[in-house]
């Protein structure tokens, strides 16, 4: 149980267009759920926290209107990267938190951005 | 801020061989701290937590050991398994939240 897909795994952009990764809960319903932008050779760093039916919470630094985020239901969230440039390549990873759990956070297995 | 620093990799054993991984972090009050373990092509999988001092985490034959006094929660296995070849993450959550503060990763490659 407990499992988080993302689709793409890949995805190659031209500079200029948009790109939308998709983040699914497959057993479990959650109200939370986190991206996270991973650098080679970096750690993780939290870019938002969205909740189910409301504006997602972006931390400092991170481009809302570069970065769209929707969750729309309980077990979809969606980050599109608009504009995209080659500097918004990298990995981007979402984890899903269980409806009713304080803490716990499951993670998708991440999506490999490259923008040309 | 909150932070944690891990050992650089990548780091390459051989089967068998003793595993120290080190972490140190940097928070607060008592934050609760994690092992991931990242497999290739997989998502993140929590390995193991400890929540307050002196706690001991384990599984799947690794520890770690809540280490206040040293702010440290260095990850070890005693035997290595090939199949143990992955990256592994080091991270806090602060006491005041849930936020993940995450390591920089390191990667282990075990050969037979």
């Known amino acids: 149980g407990a499992v988080v897909s993302q689709h793409p795994s890949r995805v190659i952009c031209k500079s200029g267009t948009s790109v939308k990764i998709e983040c699914r809960s497959l057993d479990f319903q959650a109200t939370t759920m986190f991206w996270y932008r991973q650098f080679p050779k970096q750690s993780l760093m939290l870019m938002a926290t969205?909740?189910?039916?409301?504006?997602?919470?972006?931390e400092q630094g991170v481009e809302k209107d570069k970065f769209l985020i929707n969750h729309a239901s309980l077990t979809l969230s969606t980050l599109t990267v608009t504009s995209a440039h080659p500097e918004d390549s990298s990995f981007y990873i979402c984890?899903?938190?269980?409806?009713?759990?304080?803490?716990?956070?499951?993670f998708g297995p991440g999506t490999r951005l490259t923008v040309t | 801020g909150d932070s944690v620093t891990q050992m650089e990799g990548p780091v390459t054993l051989s089967e068998e061989a003793f595993l120290t991984i080190n972490c140190t972090y940097t928070?607060?009050?008592?934050?609760?701290l994690f092992w991931y373990v990242q497999y290739p092509g997989e998502g993140l999988q929590l390995l193991l937590k400890a929540t307050k001092a002196d706690d001991k985490g384990s599984n799947k034959g690794f520890e770690a050991t809540y280490r206040k006094e040293t702010t440290s929660f260095h990850l070890e296995k005693g035997s290595v398994q090939v199949s143990d070849s992955a990256v592994y993450f080091c991270a806090l959550r602060g006491a005041s939240g849930s936020r993940l503060t995450f390591g920089e990763g390191t990667q282990l490659t075990v050969n037979p």
């Open positions: 984890s899903a938190r269980p409806s009713g759990e304080l803490y716990e956070q499951y």
């Open positions: 928070a607060t009050g008592y934050p609760s």
């Open positions: 969205s909740n189910e039916g409301s504006k997602a919470t972006y």
